[in-house]
């Protein structure tokens, strides 16, 4: 968080389009992140910092195509097509951080935005009407968890002039589902491919290079996953909320596979902090503006042993065969079809990790999440795992009751005492 204080301390007076596209702010962003005064908890987080400011800087200059995916996007496919994956949401979640979202959640309401909408497409909207947002080649958008994505980059489709693709995931359980599905992203590679100039060789050589990444890294994070289930393993959720992006957008990079071998590394270092904690799981995402709530399950010896969204839920791929590899990634995810599959997976989770309560995050104007919350809590309630759910806002922090939410809480971590 240091870092982007630091930026917004800095430019958020004379933030304008012209500077966030500029060379001269991206050399300051450079330079406050290598500061020793940017002291990130995890030796793994500097590597994934480098990589998405890099990456994001090539972005807004516009030095390779830029393509704009949403969360369940393989990151894989834009990688290996030597193409820049931007994922929008994400963007927002750093502006909301730096405590600028309200400037841009209202623009969008101005053009004409549903304030019922969800809030990281509401400040995404507003970034791109006024010119903040770097200029896309491409957006590809998968129609899961929710449909949102495919809706805004629409909008940002005619706003930029840029074509938009929608992959459409078959519900699961269809046999002819995942062929399907593997022809749609088959056709979104030779669309990439033709912004980098790839010929089908180099196309096939590019994403076999980029899963076998992909693969080598999957392994790292399947041993932290074994780490965290440990007794009270030294990587709190709060912290690894933060991977998030790096399980979305890096995944198929060298930055990504050194990431989780370096957090890996670092985690059996470190060792174990001992078997006193309460162990909760966080489900959905957290507010990226405040840590009250970290605070107070801290004060109570409360720990994130897991979270929802971190975890990998795919097996290792065919280099040789990669679109049917990346249909099966896509496609078996938790998030894709009826939401009974994500309460069973979240289930299961709970008995993996030995869980003593968990936490779901209602964001506001999250279909998806929201109107499954019940079912999830009654899942997890069978398992005889107690469930609070906490009603808020990941990105707009006047839609956050501090005050109501930590009285919730604490109530909650009394009980599980």
């Known amino acids: 968080m240091s ?16 500077t966030v596209h500029s060379k001269v702010f991206w050399k300051a962003v450079e330079s406050l992140a290598r500061s020793p005064l940017n002291r990130p908890q995890w030796k793994a987080d500097r590597v994934s910092l480098t990589y998405f400011i890099k ?102 489709s005619d706003l930029y002039g840029a074509p938009e693709m929608v992959l459409d995931v078959p519900l699961p359980g269809r046999e002819e589902g995942n062929a399907l599905l593997a022809a749609e992203l088959e056709e979104a590679a030779r669309v990439l491919s033709g912004f980098s100039g790839y010929n089908d060789s180099r196309m096939r050589k590019g994403l076999a290079e980029a899963i076998e990444l992909s693969n080598q890294t999957l392994a790292y994070l399947h041993e932290i996953e074994e780490l965290r289930k440990r007794d009270d393993c030294t990587l709190d959720g709060k912290d690894a909320m933060g991977g ?39 489900m959905h995402l957290k507010p990226w503006y405040s840590q009250g709530l970290f605070d107070t399950l801290e004060r109570y010896g409360a720990r994130l ?15 040789r065969d990669p679109f049917t590899s990346l249909a099966a990634k896509v496609g078996g995810h938790f998030l894709v079809g009826p939401v009974e599959r994500r309460a069973s997976y979240l289930a299961s989770l709970a008995e993996e990790y030995r869980l003593e309560g968990a936490i779901h995050f209602n964001h506001w104007g999250c279909r998806q999440s929201c109107g499954g919350a019940q079912l999830v809590k009654q899942a997890l309630q069978e398992k005889g795992i107690p469930t609070l759910i906490l009603d808020g806002d990941c990105v707009d922090e006047r839609e956050y009751q501090e005050g109501q939410i930590s009285t919730r809480l604490e109530a909650f971590l009394e009980s599980l005492r």
């Open 244 to 282: 998030i992006s790096v399980l979305s957008g890096s995944m198929g990079s060298r930055a990504g596979k050194d990431y989780y071998r370096l957090l890996c590394e670092e985690l059996k270092q470190r060792g174990c902090a001992g078997e006193d904690a309460i162990r909760l799981m966080w």
């Open 305 to 319: 042993v897991c979270e929802e969204y971190t975890h990998s839920c795919w097996e290792p791929m065919d280099p």
């Open 55 to 156: 990456s994001t800087r090539e972005a807004y200059l516009g030095r390779g195509p830029v393509v704009w995916c949403n969360l369940l996007v393989p990151s894989e496919l834009v990688i290996g097509m030597d193409c820049i994956p931007f994922y929008p949401e994400m963007a927002a979640a750093v502006v909301a951080s730096a405590g600028l979202a309200p400037r841009f959640i209202d623009r969008a309401t101005e053009v004409g935005f549903s304030q019922d909408a969800c809030s990281y497409h509401r400040c995404m909207l507003g970034c791109a009407v006024d010119g903040f947002m770097p200029r896309p080649d491409l957006l590809l958008a998968v129609n899961y968890p929710c449909d949102s994505a495919p809706l805004s980059f629409s909008y940002v």
């Open 3 to 18: 870092l982007v204080e630091d930026v917004r301390d800095r430019f958020t007076g004379r933030l304008t389009p012209a």
